[in-house]
């Protein structure tokens, strides 16, 4: 039997957690055929077959912690020769890249391998047996996990083979999401918080000590009257459009800042901020000049009740070129929010308030939006930042 381990997945965490297995014992499974999803590091990962074979052993059940390393899969009846697959990057990089085998390599006994498909080596491989084919899969992940929570059956939703929405599982369920004060946490002693941390508070902790020792911060603040257009609009929509135009205006903030190089970016992607029972998720944006208000809104309720329920997919949670915090639909008026690189820009909006502003030069109250943006100060000037300030409040003031 052949022992395929968890592979490191480039969150840069020990372990991940099992949410679904794609497979069973004795079936038969195609080299890069789904396995299992696991949840590390806030996302939802499907971990690929490194070969096709029988699967003789599953080594975790749902929802069990399993250590990078540790044996996952027991195959047999794999194919003689194969390319099987190496341990994925680092811990400092986000994502990870597929890799190409070596000679040396194919000869270990290590089964660790990376998301994604790998390049072979020039010698010609004998054709493996024909496979049977995988399990269908009727939805995304966060769908499926949703739908196994609520015990709907996905197949018996889906018609002629269309993916199954989130919307449809919660209609079959006879049921509805749930409000943040259902899904809370209820409250642990110190001790069993720290044994149960969950990987995305782990990876939040590993984000903050990256923004800690890497990044040379600087923040401004300034409030935004935000009377003339006071109810016209969803204010995050308005707070969107409004980093939009600054980003136009100061496209070094909309930067990455990778090998000391500032790397503007082409499109506006925008990672929120979300906050859940969980953990921190920040979900991207992308394209945010290219969508319509409905589509950002559609996106932004769907990230927010997968943050709740199921846990984002990890490609949602990659490519930000600019970070947006909305605390202030909490509480507070000013912050100092911590840059994450590579990115080198944050905003954060505070909570509304009624303030004094000079209008023909008599006094006046309005209401007022605090605003805090900090900068990476080894790739921004001070100028451009208060230039980025400007066009927020201008944008948000008109």
């Known amino acids: ?120 080596g020039e010698a010609v491989l004998e054709a493996e047996p024909q496979q049977e084919q995988g399990p269908r899969r009727f939805a995304t992940p966060s769908v499926r996990a949703l739908a196994r929570r609520l015990g709907v059956d996905l197949q018996r939703l889906s018609k002629d083979g269309a993916r199954v ?29 720290a044994a149960a941390m969950s990987p995305a508070r782990r990876a939040m902790g590993l984000s903050m000590s990256r923004a800690r020792d890497q990044v040379a911060q600087i923040t401004l603040c300034d409030d935004a009257d935000i009377s003339n257009w006071w109810g016209s609009a969803p204010a995050l929509l308005r707070l969107i459009r409004a980093l939009q135009a600054a980003c136009i205006a100061e496209p070094n903030l909309n930067a990455l800042y990778r090998d000391d190089q500032l790397i503007p970016q082409a499109t506006i992607n925008i990672g929120l901020a979300v906050d859940s029972p ?46 947006l915090s909305n605390f202030g639909a909490i509480a507070g008026r000013y912050a100092t929010p911590l840059v994450l690189p590579p990115t080198v820009a944050i905003v954060g909006a505070g909570r509304v308030c009624q303030g004094v502003v000079v209008v023909d030069r008599w006094p006046a109250m309005r209401p007022l939006l605090p605003l805090s943006v900090s900068a990476d100060h080894r790739a921004v000037t001070g100028g451009e930042l208060a230039r980025f300030l400007q066009a927020m409040l201008q944008a948000l003031s008109s």
């Open 1 to 120: 039997m052949k022992i395929f381990t968890l592979p490191d997945l480039g969150e840069g965490l020990p372990d991940a957690v099992v949410r679904e297995w794609h497979v069973s014992e004795g079936s038969s499974v195609a080299a890069h055929e789904s396995l299992v999803t696991v949840e590390t590091a806030k996302a939802l990962v499907e971990v690929p077959a490194p070969w096709g074979g029988r699967v003789e052993k599953l080594f975790a059940e749902v929802d069990e912690t399993v250590n990078v390393g540790d044996p996952l899969v027991g195959f047999t009846g794999t194919g003689e020769g194969e390319v099987e697959a190496q341990p994925g990057p680092g811990a400092n990089e986000a994502v990870p890249e597929p890799v190409q085998a070596t000679a040396e390599e194919h000869a270990q006994e290590d089964s660790g391998t990376v998301v994604g498909s790998l390049e072979q």
């Open 165 to 193: 929405t989130a919307a449809q599982v919660w209609t079959a369920a006879g049921s509805r999401p749930q409000t943040p004060a259902e899904t809370a946490v209820k409250p642990v002693a110190a001790s069993e918080a």
């Open 278 to 323: 969980r953990g921190l998720f920040v979900p991207v944006l992308r394209d945010v000049a290219a969508r319509s208000d409905e589509a950002l809104l559609q996106e932004v309720a769907d990230f927010k009740q997968q943050a709740r329920e199921t846990g984002i997919a990890q490609s949602d949670l990659q490519g930000g070129s600019i970070l």
